[in-house]
C-alpha cells in the first residue's frame, strides 16, 4: 500500500499510447469557480428573460397566454445561453486534472 502523501507524487502510469491510465482527479477549485459564476449569470439571463418576455408582451399587446408564450421562448434561449457559458467555461477551466 503507498502512503496518501506519496501517492498524489507519483505520476500517472503511461500504456503503450503514452496517455495516462485510468481517471484523473476532480480539480474542485475549477468546479466551485464555474459553478458561481453559471448561478451569477443564471440569475441575470433568466430575471432578464422574465422581464423581457413581460416587457415585449405587454409592449405588442399580445395577452396572458402571448405574455406567457414569449417568456418560455426567452426561457428556452436562456437555457442555450447557460449550456454554451459552461462548455466554454469548462474548456477554460478543466474540472478533471490528469496529475
Do not use: H, K
Not at 52 to 62: E, H, K, T, Y
Not at 64 to 79: H, P, R, S
Request: glycine residues 10%.
Amino acid at each position: 500500500m503507498i502512503p496518501p502523501s506519496l501517492w498524489y507524487s507519483l505520476r500517472a502510469m503511461l500504456d503503450a499510447t503514452n496517455t495516462p491510465r485510468g481517471a484523473g482527479r476532480i480539480n474542485w477549485i475549477n468546479v466551485s469557480t464555474v459553478l458561481s459564476a453559471a448561478i451569477l449569470i443564471a440569475a441575470e439571463v433568466f430575471g432578464a428573460a422574465f422581464a423581457g418576455g413581460w416587457a415585449f408582451g405587454n409592449l405588442f399587446n399580445l395577452g396572458e397566454y402571448g405574455t406567457y408564450i414569449l417568456q418560455v421562448a426567452f426561457f428556452a434561449l436562456g437555457i442555450a445561453v447557460m449550456v454554451a457559458f459552461v462548455r466554454a467555461a469548462m474548456r477554460v477551466e478543466p474540472f478533471v486534472t490528469r496529475n
